[in-house]
Nanobody
Framework: QVQLVESGGGLVQPGGSLTLSCAAS????????MAWYRQAPGKQRELVAA???????NYADSVKGRFTISRDNAKNTVFLQMNSLKPEDAAVYYC???????????????WGQGTQVTVSS
């Protein structure tokens, strides 16, 4: 019914930049919040950044000032601009969107498949 497809991950040197994208498709009536999470090996999945339908944002303390989340509501897409990347930012990054399907009455969280970000020299 709904697919979230992420792109933009890869290998980058410390101090470098990457931009992740996540596009939602399917029988979507509306999208509320959209967010990026990450999970490093042996660690719990953590919230990186979130953005509401009106554009309000919040960030994990560890990425404030370095990462920027944005969205294109017309394209049901969320972005994560990552600057000044550190080795500790390496993880699988997942997007999540709170979606109301056409004909549905409740919001459901959908997840992407994840994209690997590696930060290494």
């Amino acid at each position: 019914q709904v697919q979230l497809v992420e792109s933009g991950g890869g290998l980058v040197q410390p101090g470098g930049s990457l931009t992740l994208s996540c596009a939602a498709s399917g029988s979507i009536f509306s999208i509320n919040s959209m967010a990026w999470y990450r999970q490093a090996p042996g660690k719990q999945r953590e919230l990186v950044a979130a953005i509401g339908s009106g554009g309000s944002t919040n960030y994990a303390d560890s990425v404030k000032g370095r990462f920027t989340i944005s969205r294109d509501n017309a394209k049901n897409t969320v972005f994560l601009q990552m600057n000044s990347l550190k080795p500790e930012d390496a993880a699988v990054y997942y997007c999540c969107a709170q979606i109301l399907l056409v004909g549905a009455v409740r919001w459901i969280d959908y997840w992407g498949q994840g994209t690997q970000v590696t930060v290494s020299s």
